[in-house]
């Protein structure tokens, strides 16, 4: 999060001159405060502080209900790299709506448990922790939801300018919303708004855009310089001859609220407080409050995907080659994860039973255009990685 939004005041020109303001970007404090019967006074609860009780939104909030956005901001850095990667990797390689556009869609996600509401819960709930923006109902009362769903939006529309023929497939909205009943079939088809240039053009300028954001060498890596994984943007994870991923999927049933899977490269820290911005963490996959599609759907199994990319993470750890033969011993023997709630503490693996982590790689042909995309192999699931660790995929269990 830039300072601009971490301030508390800010300083503007007045016509009398400067002005020390409060900033409208910081927070929101509510008029009058809510109630329980507006604000539950069991939602969101760190440390025994329910959201219901804040005067003002909060974000990574402590025991004493004070924000800490720089704890906000480290976890932030510490999965920039991974949020990158599943960027470019979502928009160059899913072409389908229904699986780029939600972790729900189950039909047949072959191997890529990526989408857009991965990324964007993934915000809400490192932002949040534990306060108003990983709180789905009451999020958008802080100010920096906003800035967080224009760049949804900009996402949205980049991938809708490279697969200008996608079209929205009907699927069922289990939790519904305020202005939706449960169950509801969405099926509305939103054209493109006209940007001034043929769709052909479009495709062309936004993709050679994405390149220069996300792949800018467009060339195999040869070898890693950094040290550490919230530096490991300069690595370009976009333009190595692997790509390895950690798919995560678990059933709304068995979660009773929101919480974090972190991946780590070795062995975790002692203290739990840490875990979230450590220096060997691959990347945090954020499950949030899903109480409203059981509660919609008790009697129909929902499962929820996602995913964190491990390419920067071996990259930093000096794997320039990551063909399976190199990959694959590495993960079986260093990797690792733990939960945590929003609060930080511990949450023992046994109370999500139908967490199942596995591991998939696939080939990937640099582009050889500012214009093209990398081409993707076939996904391939190494289960041998996994097998015997609490959560992860054994080696008689379906993927998928």
Avoid: C
């Avoid at 203290?271 to 129909?300: E, Y």
């Avoid at 999500?352 to 255009?369: D, E, M, P």
């Amino acid at each position: 999060m830039p300072p601009e939004v971490n301030a508390p005041t800010i300083l503007i020109n007045g016509p009398n001159g400067i002005l020390n303001v409060v900033n409208p970007l910081y927070n929101y404090t509510f008029h009058p405060q809510p109630s329980n019967a507006e604000f539950p006074s069991n939602v969101g609860s760190n440390g025994g502080k329910p959201v219901s009780s804040y005067h003002s939104t909060v974000r990574y909030p402590n025991v004493a209900g004070q924000s800490q956005p720089d704890r906000a901001n480290l976890q932030l850095q510490a999965n920039s790299a991974a949020l990158r990667t599943l960027t470019y990797q979502l928009i160059t390689e899913q072409s389908q709506y229904g699986p780029f556009s939600n972790m729900g869609f189950s039909d047949d996600r072959g191997g890529r448990y990526n989408s857009i509401e991965n990324m964007h819960n993934a915000i809400h709930m490192m932002v949040g922790n534990g306060g108003h923006m990983s709180n789905i109902p009451y999020s958008s009362f802080d100010p920096i939801f906003w800035l967080h769903h224009a760049n949804v939006d900009r996402l949205f529309a980049l991938w809708q300018a490279v697969y200008p023929n996608a079209t929205v497939t009907p699927q069922v909205n289990a939790a519904g919303s305020f202005t939706e009943d449960p169950g509801t079939t969405e099926d509305i088809n939103t054209q493109i708004v006209d940007w001034g240039v043929d769709s052909s053009q479009l495709t062309t300028n936004v993709k050679a855009r994405l390149n220069a954001l996300y792949n800018p060498s467009g060339s195999t890596l040869q070898r890693a310089t950094s040290t550490s994984a919230s530096n490991s943007l300069q690595l370009s994870p976009n333009s190595t001859n692997a790509q390895w991923l950690a798919n995560i999927r678990v059933q709304v049933s068995s979660m009773t609220s929101p919480f974090f899977v972190h991946l780590f490269l070795g062995d975790p820290p002692a203290d739990p407080a840490t875990w979230s911005f450590a220096p060997n963490l691959i990347g945090s996959h954020s499950v949030l409050d899903t109480s409203r599609l059981s509660a919609a759907k008790p009697d129909i199994p929902i499962t929820l995907f996602g995913q964190v990319p491990l390419n920067p993470a071996l990259l930093v750890a000096g794997n320039s080659d990551l063909a399976p033969k190199n990959v694959v011993p590495l993960l079986t023997s260093q990797l690792n994860w733990r939960l945590q709630n929003t609060d930080d503490s511990p949450l023992d693996i046994g109370r999500v039973s139908s967490l199942k982590i596995h591991v998939v790689g696939q080939a990937v042909k640099a582009r050889v255009t500012e214009e093209a995309f990398p081409e993707y192999g076939e996904m391939q699931t190494y289960k041998e990685i996994t097998a015997g660790k609490a959560g992860g995929l054994g080696v008689n269990d379906v993927p998928e």
